[in-house]
């Protein structure tokens, strides 16, 4: 398969001009391609991202060979050098260890396979492309229609604020971080209070459970992921007797980021308020790029857009890790919550299609 990828590199002109002349379809597009991809454990939206890839691929005739690490970054690095061995022609992952998965693009690089990874960036490594959400602008929605509640409820941008972490060794959780504390920063009369919960939904409630017996005044959460802390926080509000529905005296304000599905469905019962909707589904755009490679073109910088698609426009910057492509998030509240591009919405219509009729 290494041999199939240098000789789709070899003739990329070639299989451009042929492309253009049989209606746009790469010539790769019809050869055996098989991608890498090695997932962390498939919680929260993981499995989405998953199958946004494999649907992409297959929709160009490759094959998708998946692995899970469970969350152990060794093991992910194992995986990938089994792809190594086998001569995968491309390598997908969602790192683990974003600074720890160099090891892996060093081992790739010496054999040959491109390697990309998409929803977290490495650090420390250049790699052929990282597709993510904009984490930032993720954190950023947040952080301002949190400040719009507080300026309703109190007069002006004041109160306490709970702000529970993803694990902060992956540039997502710090993405999301910095997007959310810069607008907090704007207004010193709001105090946040940050506890790290590494993406574990129990650390999550006993978090909420600490906070929220303890500060009397809490106004607001934002959850890094709600696709991991909505439920339980949701569930610790109520075994508290905080749980008021939105619009009501003593309504705790609940954001985050992921647009999941407990989410949405938190904002429709009237619990939560404001999601920052990933675009995952359309992670496996990376195969795009995946092929433009495998064709000997080079990766543009600058706008990218879609009609019609939530991300759109997107953009591609170069950086030190490589070229990042940037899909734009969805701030979603009670109004927009029914949205049928958003993944959660397109998540539950695929489960309710394979449920049998009773």
């Known amino acids: 398969m290494n041999e199939l990828r240098r000789r789709l590199v070899a003739f990329g002109a ?27 454990g498939l919680v929260g939206a993981q499995l989405e991202i998953q199958q946004g890839l494999v649907d992409r691929a297959e929709e160009k005739g490759w094959t998708v060979q998946t692995t899970t690490s469970g969350g152990d970054a060794q093991k992910q690095l194992d995986d990938i050098n089994n792809y190594i061995a086998q001569g995968v022609d491309a390598i997908v992952a969602v790192p683990d260890d974003s600074a720890g998965i160099c090891t892996a693009v060093e081992a790739a690089t010496e054999a040959g396979i491109p390697f990309y990874t998409i ?20 954190g950023q929605q947040s952080g301002e229609a949190i400040v719009a509640f507080l300026t309703e409820k109190n007069g ?74 909505m439920a339980g926080t949701v569930q610790v509000l109520q075994e508290l007797g905080r749980l008021f529905p939105r619009g009501e005296e003593g309504h705790v304000f609940l954001a985050g980021v992921d647009g999941s599905p407990a989410a949405l469905t938190a904002i429709r019962e009237g619990h939560a308020d404001q999601s920052s909707n990933q675009p995952i589904p359309d992670f496996g755009i990376v195969t795009d790029y995946i092929e433009m490679e495998l064709n000997g073109e080079a990766i543009p910088e600058g706008e990218v857009t ?10 591609i910057e170069a950086s030190e890790v490589g070229p990042q492509l940037f899909l734009a998030t969805t701030s979603v509240g009670p109004d927009n919550v029914d949205d049928e591009r958003l993944w959660a919405n397109i998540s539950l219509t695929r489960e309710a299609e394979a449920t049998p009729a009773s």
């Not at 597009?29 to 991809?37: R, S």
């Not at 490594?125 to 602008?137: A, F, G, K, P, Q």
Request: charged residues 20%; proline residues 5%.
């Open 119 to 138: 929803d977290r960036s490495p650090q420390g490594c250049e790699i052929n492309m990282t597709v993510l959400s904009d984490n930032y602008l993720a």
């Open 306 to 315: 879609q009609e019609g698609a939530l991300w759109s426009p997107a953009r």
């Open 156 to 229: 002006s941008p004041s109160g306490t604020v709970l702000e529970i972490t993803g694990n902060l060794g992956q540039n997502v959780a710090q993405l999301r971080g910095a997007g959310f504390n810069d607008v907090m920063a704007q207004h010193p009369e709001i105090t946040v209070i940050t506890r790290t919960g590494d993406w574990d939904a129990a650390k999550g409630v006993d978090i909420v459970r600490d906070i929220a017996s303890a500060e009397e005044n809490l106004d607001a959460i934002y959850m890094h992921s709600d696709a991991v802390y």
């Open 14 to 40: 070639l299989a451009l001009v042929v492309s253009s002349v049989y209606g746009g379809v790469p010539v790769m597009a019809q050869e055996e391609v098989v991608i890498g991809y090695s997932a962390p």
